[in-house]
């Protein structure tokens, strides 16, 4: 009751008296404990919170009966520990919902990548992607190789990431990228920036991709837009430029 209410110092004190008269805090409790305090931004919440967490994740096994409820659960925590930036409990809480089965869906999966990467912390990003594609977890969509290749791709993360593991994110995001969707060509053209100013970068340069990127964007070169295909061709023709190749720019002018 306090908790829908947002009356989250009554809910406190409804814990501290369970603790006090030795109520064990069961499945149905700890949900909505979490449930109450993930919804507080008062940092005085945060120690009860934990508390709950610890006793939740140590005692509780989802039931089918549960199994709503503990979900939500995790979803709160997930969302709570993200914002707060506590990624090493955010890494916690995904190992715990894999090991009892908890299928969470990709938009969650997605907000923890970018957090992950915006934390510039691609092993948490690694796990998140390994929960994904193992077990019972949403699969990876075309929104979650975007982010990965926005991530990996970045100056920050690139001595952090093997060039193997970008191609390999690429060549999931290619399966599933659209240039024909004009809601999607924007998010398609920008992940195929990232990915040609990469390959092209002083600093892991690999010709033969740019290569690659560059016959598949013409490929679909007629269904862009028209300042989509101004954009792809000067960032094509920028990168050949800084790298010395004037036969690559000259081809590129005659080819469109």
Not at 103 to 132: V, W
Request: net charge negative; glycine share 4%; hydrophobic share 40%.
């Amino acid at each position: 009751v306090h908790g829908k209410a947002n009356q989250f110092d009554q809910v406190v004190e409804v814990f501290e008296e369970m603790k006090r008269s030795g109520v064990e805090l069961d499945n149905a409790s700890c949900c909505s404990l979490i449930g109450s305090l993930t919804k507080s931004s008062d940092p005085h919440h945060t120690e009860p919170l934990m508390e709950v967490w610890r006793n939740f994740k140590s005692t509780t096994t989802p039931t089918v009966a549960s199994v709503g409820d503990f979900s939500t659960a995790i979803v709160g925590l997930l969302k709570w520990f993200a914002a707060s930036e506590r990624w090493e409990e955010v890494q916690d809480v995904l190992s715990f919902a894999n090991r009892n089965a908890i299928r969470l869906d990709a938009h969650i999966f997605n907000t923890l990548l970018s957090g992950f990467g915006n934390a510039n912390n691609p092993d948490a990003m690694y796990e998140c992607l390994r929960t994904m594609v193992q077990g019972d977890a949403a699969a990876p969509d075309v929104v979650t190789w975007q982010i990965m290749i926005q991530h990996f791709t970045k100056p920050s993360l690139r001595p952090h990431v093997s060039q193997d593991d970008v191609v390999a994110v690429w060549e999931e995001w290619r399966q599933l990228a659209q240039w024909d969707n004009d809601s999607e060509q924007e998010h398609t053209l920008r992940t195929w920036v990232n990915l040609v100013q990469y390959f092209g970068s002083g600093e892991v340069s690999n010709w033969e991709l740019v290569g690659s990127l560059e016959k598949w964007m013409l490929e679909n070169f007629a269904q862009l837009q028209e300042n989509n295909k101004r954009s792809a061709l000067s960032v094509l023709e920028a990168v050949y430029k800084k790298a010395g190749r004037d036969e690559d720019v000259a081809r590129l002018t005659r080819s469109c």
